[in-house]
């Protein structure tokens, strides 16, 4: 069940050569999750801002991120930030690399870090550390220069 | 009606996803910052769940919808799991998603992932174009 983001994002392209129709199942449980978000995001909405750290919180105001009110930094994801240097960099660089990265590694975080490491699987769990090791990398050492 | 099931498995999954904040750009950041046990916790708890399931599909030989074996085998270990695996940790710092998340955000009202959406899948058409010339 858990193999969802390798079976989301290969499932959009066709041209990956096999029936795709046998794997249709997870076009369905997309759907379902795209469902799933607007019931939590409308119904169950949470009124509050997100209660992240307090290290976390100074440590991206350094970096000049001001806006906390929702899941996402608005000074970053916002359409009127596409057409920045920054804007550009998180959303479609990060969207690019996050799905090249996921077929190129043959999963993602459920589909590694959760259901392989719940198989004791090794490779998933070499995955999964090279999933930490880029994150980090991102995180301490560009994310400096490109904020 | 198989696939209905899938639907609400989504469904299910979704809220999940969003009422857990693990789609939040915050929460993945407070992870790679080591600032709050809050996604270690959640992945502990998912890891923990998952091996309790796989030692009970295995003993009590539980049966697929399609009533066939469940395939536990993992994936087999290539070398994609750490190139790809850094190139993915990436992309999962600067957009804060993986890619579930990237489709609750969607539905839970912020439109702009589309952007994000739609340049993730074009990532994974490069790779399937690329694939023969990367090492594995």
């Known amino acids: 069940m858990r193999h969802l983001c390798a079976a989301l994002v290969a499932g959009k392209v066709e041209y990956f050569n096999y029936d795709w129709k046998k794997e249709s199942w997870s076009l369905f449980l997309t759907a379902g999750v795209i469902i799933g978000g607007l019931i939590a995001g409308t119904l169950m909405a949470n009124p509050h801002d997100i209660a992240i750290s307090g290290a976390t919180k100074a440590d991206l105001i350094k970096l000049g991120v001001t806006s906390f009110s929702s899941y996402v930094p608005k000074d970053l994801f916002a359409w009127d930030k596409l057409m920045t240097l920054r804007g550009f960099f998180f959303m479609i660089v990060g969207g690019f690399l996050t799905g090249f990265g996921t077929r190129y590694a043959n999963g993602c975080t459920s589909g590694h870090a959760i259901m392989g490491m719940s198989l004791l699987n090794p490779g998933s769990l070499i995955a999964t550390v090279s999933f930490f090791i880029g994150g980090l990398v991102m995180t301490w050492l560009i994310f400096p220069l490109i904020f | ?136």
Request: hydrophobic share 50%.
């Open chain 2, 1 to 136: 009606m198989k696939n209905v099931l899938f639907l609400c498995l989504g469904v299910y999954f979704g809220i999940v996803l969003v009422k857990s904040e693990v789609i939040s750009w915050f929460r993945i950041q407070e992870m790679f910052r080591f600032q709050s046990i809050h996604m270690y916790g959640i992945m502990g708890v998912a890891v923990a769940i998952g091996t309790l399931s796989v030692f009970l599909i295995k003993r009590l030989n539980i049966k697929s919808v399609d009533n066939e074996a469940i395939n536990l085998t993992g994936k087999p270990f290539t070398k994609g799991n750490i190139f790809g695996g850094i190139l993915f940790g990436f992309g999962w710092a600067l957009t804060g998603a993986c890619p579930g998340p990237l489709y609750a955000l969607l539905g839970s009202g912020y439109l702009i992932f589309i952007l994000v959406l739609l340049s993730a899948i074009c990532g994974a058409y490069v790779y399937g174009v690329v694939r023969d010339k990367l090492p594995h």
